[in-house]
């Protein structure tokens, strides 16, 4: 059974910066990408990144130049390095696992959610 253990949320004051981790377990998977998301209460859950197996990453606009994905294939951790944050950031930010089960076929996996809360 696969799992997603996100660490790191917390509050935080406006242009601080946060470190959010998401470790997958749970057995051997091929994974095809990693990401966060995020979610406020009344909104569509929203993409913030995401990394593949490569190493390509994708960013929202609104985070392009302040958020960082990156990957430690070994450990299969995401971490999301997040600087400069501003009160719109405020979410509980979700980890993504993409597994590819068949030669056509994935699988999404989530955790359990991160609060973040970015406010003096």
């Known amino acids: 059974q696969v799992q997603l253990v996100e660490s790191g949320g917390g509050l935080v004051q406006p242009g601080g910066s946060l470190r959010l981790s998401c470790a997958a377990s749970?057995?051997?998977?091929?994974?095809?990408?990693m990401g966060w998301y995020r979610q406020v209460p009344g909104k569509q859950r929203e993409l913030v990144g995401t990394?593949?197996?490569?190493?390509?990453?994708d960013y929202a606009d609104s985070v392009k130049g302040r958020f960082t994905i990156s990957r430690d294939n070994a450990k299969n951790t995401v971490y999301l390095q997040m600087n400069s944050l501003k009160p719109e950031d405020t979410a509980v930010y979700f980890c993504?696992?993409?597994?590819?089960?068949?030669?056509?076929?994935?699988?999404?996996?989530w955790g359990q959610g991160t609060q973040v809360t970015v406010s003096s």
């Open positions: 993504n696992l993409q597994v590819r089960t068949g030669f056509y076929s994935s699988r999404d996996y």
């Open positions: 749970g057995g051997t998977f091929s994974i095809i990408a």
């Open positions: 990394i593949t197996s490569g190493g390509s990453t």
